[in-house]
């Protein structure tokens, strides 16, 4: 079945550091892919998506690029700040049956010290 | 703005005493979904709706239920609930229809399920 693996956290970071979360899928067909991200206490926002090979989502100073030839879409920011610890969760969207199902990595905790 | 709202943030029900999670949404998603996330972990899809049709994972317990009145809300009803239920509960949306695949899910912020 398809699936997303990622790099295992926590990532301590100092700011202005940079950062690469790596993040590679198994799927079938052509998935959509996706970057979350969840602060503590909240629920998970979506931070950027990739619908199609080579595409680059990009939003905050993250982004990511659907490389189909190595299954990968890892996420990087230049210059990480203190507001960026969270958790970000890389998943892919599965078509299943009449709807889009999410498949989501085991997440991976980020944590930036001034 | 148009967004996802879940109550309560924090609930806090007795071990076996039935509780009620509500979720809605001013977006006019006709998907909605609700997930079960424990600490340090990948939301698990419990079930969802499209439109008013049920759609349950093959490996959610019976003590979980749902119930979709109208387009704006959705419940979550938890029977009998037990220590291990304990947890996030999230509730998301999403429109379908525009393509296979390229609708991302809206989260509200969750409710967390506290168990005495």
């Known amino acids: 079945g398809n699936s997303v693996t990622q790099m295992e956290g926590p990532v301590t970071l100092s700011e202005e550091a940079f950062l690469t979360i790596n993040c590679t899928y198994t799927a079938t067909g052509y998935p959509s892919l996706f970057w979350y991200v969840q602060y503590p206490g909240e629920g998970l926002q979506l931070l950027l998506k990739?619908?199609?090979?080579?595409d680059k989502g990009s939003n905050k100073g993250f982004e990511a690029t659907y490389r189909k030839e190595t299954t990968s879409f890892h996420l990087e920011k230049g210059s990480v700040q203190v507001s960026d610890s969270a958790v970000y969760f890389c998943a892919l969207s599965d078509r299943d049956g009449g709807y889009n199902k999410l498949i989501f990595g085991a997440g991976t905790r980020l944590a930036v010290h001034p | 703005d148009a967004m996802v709202i879940q109550n309560p943030r924090y609930q806090v029900t007795q071990f076996g005493k039935p509780v009620t999670l509500s979720c809605s949404q001013t977006l006019n998603h006709n998907v909605m979904y609700w997930y079960q996330q424990k600490s340090s972990q990948a939301p698990k899809l419990l079930f969802h709706?499209?439109?008013?049709?049920?759609?349950n994972e093959a490996d959610t317990p019976d003590n979980f239920q749902s119930r979709r009145p109208n387009t704006s809300f959705c419940f979550l009803d938890i029977r009998s609930p037990g220590l291990g239920d304990a947890a996030m509960y999230l509730c998301?949306?999403?429109?379908?229809?525009?393509?296979?695949?390229?609708?991302?899910?809206?989260f509200g912020d969750g409710t967390r399920l506290s168990i005495l």
């Open positions: 990739a619908t199609k090979a080579d």
């Open positions: 998301a949306t999403s429109r379908e229809g525009g393509g296979a695949g390229n609708q991302p899910q809206h």
């Open positions: 709706y499209y439109d008013k049709d049920f759609n």
